[in-house]
Each structure stands twice: as structure tokens, then as C-alpha cells.
């Protein structure tokens, strides 16, 4: 490989000044465009680049630059390696690690022989991992004043400003640039106007500056069939092989161009393909679409979708109209950041007026294309906005309104703008933009659906769930649900608080086995019946078993694991039943210290032919019992004793509340879960219940036994004042009388044999329970004027908070709650 590198500046590390030019045609040329990153590796690999050197994009980034291209010299007294952001660069470019350098180098080609490589090298400083862009050409591919003796020119630098059409010059660099986000490429840019434009030195006084030209390729292949044909005539007349027969010169005519600018566009729409799409995230995938157009296709892009599209409610219904509602969802461009914040802002809802443009290209659905707009014209589309200005944006710019379509169907549009300088929009822009468009839209249409259907999912998941924690003496809850990331976000994981009558509460959580909307139809079937069979009243083993055969009628795949717990917080015990679920752990108050309850495990519901046991655990006051599911300690490859052990941990950790230790838990394992498995997201859903076992005080509780007679009902009443008037109640006195002499009343008169039982509980309302040794549930009825029954339960449900009704071992249970003033909550709070 022979090789040659020259210096683009003079000794002050400046850009010379350029002599004086000759007016011609610029050097045309297909242009390889190649960025290194800090360690010697390729980041961005062009199209020009795979022509050139006969490597894919796929095949070239990652790997070292030195190995894909003869131009080692371009990687020469720049400081790659260092992993950092380099030196910083001053305004006068000095040190001698940040001169641009060009040179010439020799390539074997296996179907063109040998390749004299003109390449270009600028050192590059700034936040990204950009630290060398190298530009590089076949020789042979010159057109123009430079397309003689490829022997007389070399590859150098000078200033862009010296050159007529400066701006032009400048405002082809972005296109050349292999796709990356507008501020990286106006870095990029802005450095090589300031380190040089690349140039070709035809002579000492004589530089034109290097366009790059897509038509080449083709050219080329022309010019090697007529140099072929010339030696061919020249041995037929006998001519030395050194002299050329007379022929046409070899220019791109027409089509050449034509084919070359066709090409273009499809290599661009293909590399937007490759880059779009990579996510059914609805918001990320406008994002990439958007950004996809700048800077190589357009100045400035914004994207708009229709309010049902983003919100992800469906298909939208019908053509859009003046009063459909848009929302600006990104915007993209070239200018100083934030230049356009005020005049488009992300997030804007807007419609759109009738006469512009942007209302034609919505209710037509095809593109819509204005070379030029004049002061005129930008002035009478910006007179239809009350609310902007728009002229500084439109007015002396080219654009390109393109619908995103589906299925025939407008779900959004995007805006295309070049600034003044550059090339305007012309027919095959539209078609460009338009097949830009086509593509995008049906991107857009399956995150749309992606989209519509999680919500859909998450809406089911959330009716399955409890919404509203009940309010439960002695026992406060708190819950948290995570969906899974990577299965679906729908799971068969629940959880339930359920409260029971005598003050008590039931702690369920449930894992369906499986994923996606099976298992959570099979939840919620598994969750109601729980709830059922739990107003009952039956113990924790009976209904475990009760929902084992419940399983196995439903169906054969209907295998869940399921823990529950019933909490007595005046009694202070606990009683539970596991269904093959992960034991909770109980947190003591004492001394902080965390605990894995031992309990006997039993078979997954749905298993069939397995008893169930009740293990009786004693508490105090202050314990916190943790339930979970086992998305939030299992993690793949690793053993589940690892992450249990990790839960005990994080449980016993302090905390200012109940919400707080559930996050405490969530942080630790949720985090731990997503770092060991190395994924990028949970597989399962986690589910997590934490009830703080508060108690009630026995001096808080009064119960008495009366007997099977109605003069009862008149001591009962007593004992109800005496005993609030005791506890500071006596706002509340004549309420309870009432409610408790109607409950008593209907218990005497319904009990068999044994005695009745009255309770009051006193927590932040009032609890009375009426229990009796009859089975039937009393009904609420609607009584008339003379009937001399059927007015007890209605004048219960009129005075109460909440009442109900519940079945027990010896018959059933009549409770209510009444609500005590302020004052007297506070009392039972500190009591």
C-alpha cells in the first residue's frame, strides 16, 4: 500500500489563504464518508463508504478503521485511544494534534484492479465519542475542471468563503454526513468549514473544492466500457496501446444524473427504514421518524398526530375535518437550539385552519409542495393562525407537507422545511418524501395498535385490582403492582385486603401461572370467587380448598399459587393457608429483626386431591406482615433463596411509612432483578401487599352475652350508654341505642338455643357486632305502613356508616359501623 499525507494548514496550525480561483465546474465525486470514534473504531460507515471500500455498514461499524481502509495516515498525531473528549479546540486551531491532513493511497480492488484513494482526515472535539471524520474518493470518479490527468491534483484544504457559492458549498455538508442527530452533524459541520473544506490542487495557484456526486458510480462503469472500446479500435488500426482513438467526451448526461439522484434517494429512504421502527414505543418511534429527515433530507421536520392516534384509543373514525385536534408530538431541525420553542411548541394541541396548506395535505392525503414561499404567500398562511407567527419559520423557505397514512386513513402529517441556499423541494422530493411518509406511517400504525392494545390490557389489569383500600380497624395496607416489561404488561398476579366481620381482615395474593390476557382472565375469576367465599366467612383452609375444586371445574390449565391470611387484631393472631406460594415474612416490632414464616406449603391451586392446613401465628402490635409474588424475588439463573433472603432484608428495613417500605422493597428487589438478569426489564409482575398489624387495645373492646329475651333488648341499651358514656362517646349515645336495639331485637328473635352476643369496638368509628346461632342471612325489605315487621335493617342502613351481614361457625354475624365526631377519633388515636 503506498501512501502520502499533506498538511492543510500553514506553521500557525491556520487555513492558508486560497489564491485566486479559476472559475469552472467544482470537483464532483462520490464521496466515502467514515467517523471514528476515541478508540480507533468506526461509528458511522456512509453508503459511499461500503461502494468504495467493498464493506457493509453492518461489517464496519465496531471495527477498527485501520483494518477496512488504506489511510492509516489519517489516524497519524490525532488522539484516538485516550477515551476522553480530547483537548479543547481554541478559535486559532493551534497544536499540532488537531491539523486536518490529506492524502493519497493505493487499494487492490478485485473487480476494478488497483484504487487510487484520495481521502481527507479532521480531528474532531466535543461531548460526543466523535473524535476523526475521514473523507475519501476513487480518483477515477472525478468529473469537472479536475477530471483531467488524475496525476496533477492533490487533496488539500482551504477556506469555503473563498469559493463562489460559498453557502452552497456549506449547506451540502449535512447531506454527505451518514445519518446522525442534527446536533452532531452541525458540530461536525461547523468544524470542517472552520479546520478547511476539502479541495483538489490542480496546480500551485489552481484548487477547486470536492462536491460530492451520487451519479458517479455509473459514470464510471461507462467510462471504463469506452476506454475498453478505445483500445479495442486503437489495436485494430495498429495504434500503440498509449494512443487514444477520437471519441465523444465522456460527461453524466441526463439520465446519469437522473439514475444518481434516484439513487440517492433510495439508499437514504433505506437507511431512515433501518433506523425507524426499532421500538413499539408510540412516543419514541415519532421521535426517530422525525429525527430521520434532518438534516439530510430537510432543515426542519415536525411531526403531528391526531389526538386518538397518540392517546392510543383506536382507529380514528372518518377524514379528518377543521375541528380535528393535532398535537405537534416532536419537532427537529438545524437551527440554535431551542430557536423554534415559542413558534411550534412540542405538545401543542391545534387544528388546523381550512386554507393552508397543512389542512389540504390532511383531508386530501397526498403531499403537498411549495418550491418557494414567497413574503406573500407565507404572509397569508400565517394570517389564518390568531395565536403565532409563523412567518419567520415559512416565509423565503422551501416546503413539504407529507401525509402518515394507514390503511388509507390520515393518522398524522409531517412537515419538511429547507432554509433559503439550499436545493428546494422539487418533484422527486415528493415522491421521496411521500415514500418517507408511506413507510413511517405504517410504523407509526403498529406502535398505534401496539399501543391501543396495552392500554386495553392495563385497563383489564386495573379492573382486576383493587382501586380502593378498605377501611379496616387495627390493620393498615399498603400495595404496589409492577407489570412486566418484557412478557406483556398483564400478568395473573393480585392482591386483596377484604374485610371481615369481628374487626377482622383477610390478606390475599394470588400468582396465575402464565402471562398475557389468559392469565388474567383466569385471575380475575380466581379473585372474585376468593372475595366470595371469604364473605363467608370460611376458614383459610376450607377456602383454599373450596377454590382448588373451583380450579379444576374450570378448567385443566387453571394452576395458581394463593396465600391467605386472616388477621385478628384483637385476639393479635394470624391465621394462614399457602397454596404453593412463596411464605410471607414478618417483621417484628420488638426489635425490627424479619422473619420467614415456616409454613406448610400444600400444592398450587388447580393441583387437585391435596389438602390444605391453617398454621395459627401470634403477633403484636406494630408487626408488619410482607406478602409478594415471586416476579419480585425470582430471578433467571439464580436461586430463589438468594432474592427471598434479599426481601427479608429490605422488609426489616426502617422506614417513615408504610408507602416508603413498600419502596424500599421495590428499589432493592425490582432494581436487583433488572442488574442480575441483564435484560433491560422484568419478565414477571410483581405484586406486593404490606399490612402493618396495628391492634386494638382491650380496653377498646366491651362484650356481653344476653339472653334469648326480649327485656334484653332494654339492658342492652343500657350497657351500650353506660359504656360509651365510659369512653368519652356520649354525642354518639343516642344513635347506638337505636341501631343496637334494632339489631338486638331481630337476633333474639331468630336465635335457636344459644345466647346472643353484643360487642362494640372502638377504633376511629364505631363497631357493633350482633352474632346469634341462626344460619339465615336477614335481606333488607321493603316494609309498608303496616306491616310489624321489616323496618330493623332499614333503619340500620339509614343511620350507619356501612353495615353487613356475614355467616360464622355457630350462625351468622349482623355489624355496623357509626361514625364518631373528630374529637373522639383523635382520643381513639392516642389511646
Request: glycine content about 10%.
Amino acid at each position: 500500500m503506498e501512501q502520502g499525507t499533506s498538511r492543510g494548514d500553514d506553521e500557525l496550525g491556520r487555513v492558508p489563504k486560497v489564491p485566486e480561483q479559476r472559475a469552472g465546474v467544482p470537483g464532483r465525486m462520490p464521496l466515502a464518508v467514515v467517523v471514528v470514534d476515541a478508540d480507533g473504531l468506526v461509528t458511522h460507515w456512509s453508503s459511499g463508504a461500503r461502494r468504495l471500500f467493498g464493506r457493509s455498514r453492518e461489517q464496519a461499524v465496531g471495527a477498527p478503521a485501520v483494518d477496512l481502509m488504506p489511510v492509516s495516515g489519517a489516524l497519524r498525531g490525532v488522539d484516538l485511544g485516550s477515551g476522553g473528549a480530547g483537548p479543547e479546540l481554541d478559535d486559532s486551531l493551534t497544536g499540532s494534534m488537531y491539523y486536518p491532513t490529506a492524502g493519497r493511497a493505493r487499494m487492490a480492488d478485485a473487480a476494478h484492479g488497483r484504487v487510487d484513494v484520495l481521502w481527507w482526515a479532521y480531528p474532531l472535539v466535543g461531548p460526543g465519542p466523535e473524535r476523526l471524520l475521514v473523507l475519501a474518493a476513487d480518483a477515477l470518479g472525478l468529473t469537472g475542471d479536475a477530471a483531467g490527468d488524475q496525476e496533477r491534483f492533490a487533496p488539500g484544504f482551504a477556506l469555503h468563503t473563498e469559493f463562489p457559492g460559498a453557502e452552497r458549498l456549506a449547506g451540502r455538508l449535512p447531506d454527505i454526513l451518514p445519518n446522525m442527530g442534527p446536533a452532531t452533524g452541525s458540530r461536525i459541520v461547523s468544524q470542517v468549514l472552520e479546520l478547511g473544506y476539502p479541495v483538489l490542487e490542480i496546480s500551485r495557484h489552481e484548487r477547486v473544492p470536492v462536491t460530492p456526486d451520487w451519479g458517479m458510480p455509473r459514470y464510471r462503469e461507462r467510462q471504463a466500457r469506452q476506454e475498453a472500446e478505445r483500445r479495442r479500435v486503437a489495436a485494430a488500426n495498429g495504434a500503440p496501446d498509449r494512443v487514444h482513438a477520437p471519441d465523444v467526451p465522456v460527461e453524466p448526461d441526463d439520465v446519469d444524473l437522473e439514475y444518481a439522484a434516484v439513487r440517492e434517494r433510495l439508499e437514504f429512504l433505506n437507511e431512515v427504514s433501518g433506523r425507524i421502527g426499532s421500538s413499539l414505543d408510540l412516543a419514541r418511534t415519532i421521535r426517530e421518524v422525525t429525527s430521520a429527515a434532518v438534516p439530510r433530507f430537510a432543515d426542519f421536520a415536525g411531526t403531528h398526530l391526531r389526538a386518538q392516534v397518540l392517546a392510543g384509543e383506536g382507529f380514528p373514525d372518518g377524514p379528518p375535518d377543521v375541528t380535528t385536534v393535532w398535537h405537534r408530538v416532536w419537532v427537529e431541525h438545524n437551527d440554535e437550539p431551542g430557536r423554534w420553542d415559542d413558534t411550534v411548541p412540542v405538545g401543542e394541541s391545534i387544528a388546523f385552519p381550512e386554507h393552508t396548506p397543512f389542512f389540504q395535505c390532511m383531508v386530501t392525503g397526498e403531499p403537498v409542495l411549495i418550491p418557494y414561499i414567497s413574503d406573500e404567500v407565507g404572509d397569508r398562511i400565517a394570517g389564518q393562525f390568531e395565536k403565532r407567527d409563523l412567518r419567520p419559520l415559512i416565509n423565503g423557505r422551501s416546503i413539504l407537507i407529507v401525509p402518515l397514512k394507514a390503511r388509507d386513513v390520515v393518522l398524522g402529517f409531517m412537515v419538511l422545511l429547507r432554509r433559503p441556499g439550499r436545493e428546494p423541494f422539487d418533484d422527486m422530493d415528493r415522491t421521496t418524501g411521500a415514500e418517507l411518509a408511506a413507510r413511517a406511517g405504517l410504523v407509526l400504525d403498529n406502535a398505534r395498535m401496539y399501543t391501543y392494545q396495552e392500554n386495553v390490557a392495563e385497563t383489564l389489569q386495573d379492573s382486576m385490582l383493587p382501586q380502593v383500600t378498605p377501611r379496616v380497624a387495627g390493620c393498615d395496607t399498603a400495595t404496589r403492582y409492577l407489570p412486566g416489561t418484557r412478557l406483556g404488561r398483564v400478568g395473573g398476579d393480585w392482591f386483596d385486603s377484604i374485610k371481615l366481620s369481628g374487626s377482622r381482615t383477610a390478606l390475599v395474593v394470588g400468582d396465575v401461572m402464565g402471562h398475557g390476557l389468559t392469565s388474567a382472565a383466569m385471575m380475575g375469576q380466581l379473585r372474585t370467587a376468593v372475595q366470595t367465599m371469604a364473605a363467608l366467612d370460611l376458614p383459610p383452609a376450607q377456602l383454599l380448598r373450596n377454590l382448588d375444586d373451583l380450579a379444576q371445574r374450570l378448567g385443566e390449565h387453571y394452576l395458581a399459587t394463593c396465600l391467605y391470611a386472616v388477621y385478628d387484631p384483637i385476639g393479635s393472631e394470624l391465621l394462614i393457608s399457602n397454596a404453593g406460594h412463596i411464605p410471607p415474612v414478618l417483621v417484628r416490632a420488638r426489635d425490627g429483626r424479619s422473619e420467614l414464616l415456616d409454613l406448610p406449603t400444600g400444592a398450587p391451586i388447580g393441583v387437585g386431591g391435596v389438602p390444605f392446613e391453617t398454621a395459627t401465628v401470634r403477633v403484636a402490635p406494630g408487626d408488619r406482615l410482607v406478602l409478594c409474588t415471586d416476579g419480585l424475588v425470582e430471578v433467571r439463573g439464580q436461586d430463589i433463596g438468594a432474592g427471598i433472603a434479599a426481601l427479608c432484608e429490605s422488609a426489616a428495613h426502617p422506614a417513615a411509612s408504610m408507602d416508603d417500605a413498600c419502596d424500599t422493597i421495590i428499589r432493592a428487589l425490582a432494581a436487583s432483578s433488572q442488574e442480575k438478569d441483564g435484560r433491560g426489564g422484568r419478565k414477571d409482575d410483581v405484586a406486593l401487599l404490606m399490612a402493618r398489624l396495628g391492634g386494638i387495645p382491650a380496653d377498646h373492646v366491651a362484650q356481653w352475652r344476653l339472653a334469648l329475651d326480649p327485656c334484653e333488648v332494654g339492658r342492652a341499651r343500657r350497657l351500650v350508654r353506660e359504656r360509651l358514656t365510659r369512653w368519652g362517646l356520649a354525642e354518639a349515645v343516642e344513635t347506638a341505642e337505636l341501631l343496637v336495639s334494632e339489631a338486638v331485637t331481630n337476633a333474639i328473635r331468630h336465635a335457636h338455643t344459644h345466647h346472643v352476643v353484643l360487642r362494640l369496638v372502638r377504633t376511629e368509628a364505631l363497631l357493633c357486632e350482633v352474632s346469634d346461632d341462626d344460619h339465615e342471612l336477614p335481606a333488607l325489605l321493603n316494609a309498608g305502613e303496616d306491616d310489624e315487621f321489616g323496618r330493623g335493617l332499614r333503619v340500620i342502613s339509614g343511620l350507619a356508616r356501612e353495615w353487613g351481614t356475614s355467616r360464622t361457625g355457630r350462625g351468622k354475624t349482623v355489624w355496623f359501623e357509626q361514625a364518631l365526631p373528630r374529637s373522639a377519633r383523635r382520643d381513639s388515636n392516642t389511646g
